[in-house]
């Protein structure tokens, strides 16, 4: 099956988190942070939403930081996705 954002959607899925700090400490199940960054898996078209013209700024591929509690979370062949909308993306990492 293939996702397919609409309008100012953007379907992302996060990085793996850390097993280790930086001192090279290695983390429990537990005490690892839910990961921040993820890649862009498909861009919607973009065009007119809520009467305003949106354009897409962000490409598929891209590593993106997005809000902690943001967009709605789907499940696809065994993989886990989220649907956010671009204005929910607040950084690109390069």
């Known amino acids: 099956m ?7 959607r953007v379907i992302i899925k996060m990085m793996e988190a850390e097993e ?10 537990s005490a690892k ?7 862009i898996i498909e861009v ?18 891209q590593k993106v930081i997005t809000s902690k509690y ?3 979370e789907v499940k696809v062949d065994g993989e886990e996705y989220t649907i956010v909308r671009q204005s929910d993306i607040l950084a690109v990492v390069e």
């Open 2 to 8: 293939k996702l397919m954002p609409l309008g100012d």
């Open 20 to 29: 280790k700090t930086k001192s090279g400490l290695i983390l429990t199940g």
């Open 33 to 39: 942070e839910k990961p921040e960054v993820a890649e």
């Open 44 to 61: 919607g078209p973009g065009g007119l939403v809520d009467g305003k013209e949106v354009k897409m700024t962000v490409k598929k591929g």
């Open 70 to 72: 943001s967009g709605t």
